[in-house]
């Protein structure tokens, strides 16, 4: 790659849904929300008109179907990441996608959803920016308060349960729960957002975003049709409660354990973990998940957090097209940020810095395209680097813990902490 290669096109305007594409879309996502007896629940939405923002949350693919049901045939525009347009930049277009790269400060991608507005139709966003890891809330940019504010529409939200569970992060595998729902609610009109603060209109976003899938599902009283419910799971909980070594739990059937201590924990039908032997430090995932990110602060708090430096392969995404094999070359995250140097099959070299400032999160994925492995997704405005770390002693989701760690710090660090829920 070369610094003539061609770039995506950020600031192309956006497209309205062609109508030949209209129907299609309805198509296609209808036997999913069939399958699983999908019930949306409308709360000041079922006759809302466009424009307004519709802000989701973002837990599985079928999150997407489910959201294109109950909005139909009203025309929308979808906040799309840019792998998601690879070798379809075409159709992602004209069904209406905005092309952005993760959780990068984008003025263009601002533009682009006035420009929505102004055409008459629904501005889609997934503000969390990726899948929730273990089914909970992901942090939400402080940016958004003033992008509502901004856009003088109708805000609503449409926050789906039961998705994560059905199909986790960490294995794709359907579960089977039906049925699943959604809550469509408008949350502010144009009026109160006058009135409101963006701090207020914040406050407002963390609270309507509060979901807990494994909860939902125990409520409910509904269970996962499937033999392997653990599997893959220790790429999310991929430290032992129970003698605290990280990077050797693994996974079996149902079973989750730990390789160093032999601990193992069984996961229930509906979602409950129980230990094997002796105390069963937590029965509900999400408790697990934010023990080992009070793990994580402690040692951003230390002033040690550190992966060392890591052998990584790096593939580059400049455009649509595909992937491009950068080479293999290093990486460090640690308490200043992300550092990633690469060498090419020509010799030369390429570096991507991340410092801590610029992100306050980061997007990671678990075995890419089932052929790939575990990998960290950096971006700036120009280019997307996939980044697979080559050695077992590592976990991308400590890597994401401590990204937002690390600038939730940064911010107490300079007298401006985020609000609960914020970055």
Not at 319 to 338: C, E, Q
Not at 376 to 393: A, E, F, I, M, R
Request: charged letters at 25%; hydrophobic letters at 35%.
């Amino acid at each position: 790659m070369t610094d003539e290669t061609p770039r995506f096109d950020m600031s192309r305007p956006p497209v309205r849904t062609r109508w030949f594409l209209r129907p299609l879309t309805y198509l296609l996502s209808v036997p999913a929300v069939m399958v699983h007896n999908t019930h949306i629940h409308y709360e000041g939405t079922r006759d809302l008109k466009p424009p307004f923002l519709l802000l989701s949350n973002h837990n599985a693919f079928m999150d997407f179907k489910v959201l294109t049901k109950a909005i139909f045939p009203r025309r929308a525009n979808y906040v799309v990441a840019i792998d998601g347009f690879i070798g379809r930049e075409w159709l992602l277009r004209n069904v209406g996608a905005i092309c952005k790269r993760k959780f990068t400060s984008d003025v263009t991608l601002v533009r682009q959803l006035a420009r929505v507005i102004e055409n008459g139709d629904i501005a889609v966003i997934y503000p969390e920016a990726r899948y929730s890891l273990c089914g909970t809330t992901a942090v939400l940019p402080e940016s958004l308060g003033k992008l509502c504010k901004m856009l003088k529409v109708p805000v609503a939200t449409f926050i789906c349960h039961g998705h994560h569970v059905n199909s986790p992060f960490w294995n794709l595998r359907s579960r089977g729960i039906k049925p699943t729902e959604a809550d469509f609610k408008l949350l502010f009109t144009p009026e109160q957002l006058a009135e409101k603060t963006v701090d207020e209109i914040n406050d407002n976003l963390v609270a309507a975003f509060r979901y807990d899938d494994f909860a939902w599902l125990r409520e409910k009283g509904l269970q996962m049709r499937f033999g392997k419910r653990s599997e893959g799971l220790e790429r999310v909980l991929y430290q032992c409660p129970h003698c605290g070594t990280e990077y050797e739990m693994a996974s079996e059937g149902n079973d989750l354990y730990c390789k160093y201590c032999g601990k193992r924990w069984t996961m229930a039908p509906n979602g409950e973990l129980s230990a094997s032997e002796g105390e069963t430090e937590f029965s509900h995932v999400p408790d697990w998940y934010e023990w080992e990110r009070a793990n994580v602060r402690a040692e951003v708090e230390a002033g040690t957090y550190s992966t060392g430096e890591l052998p990584v392969e790096v593939r580059s995404l400049p455009n649509s097209k595909a992937f491009i094999p950068l080479g293999k070359g290093t990486m460090i995250h640690d308490m200043n940020g992300f550092r990633v140097r690469v060498k090419d099959l020509l010799g030369r070299e390429h570096t991507m810095d991340i410092p801590v400032p610029a992100a306050y999160s980061v997007h990671i994925e678990y075995n890419y395209l089932g052929k790939w492995g575990d990998c960290v997704d950096l971006n700036t405005l120009t280019d997307t680097w996939y980044t697979y770390p080559k050695v077992p002693g590592c976990s991308v989701t400590k890597m994401a813990l401590a990204t937002e760690e690390l600038y939730f710090a940064y911010r107490r660090s300079i007298g401006k902490p985020c609000r609960p829920g914020l970055a």
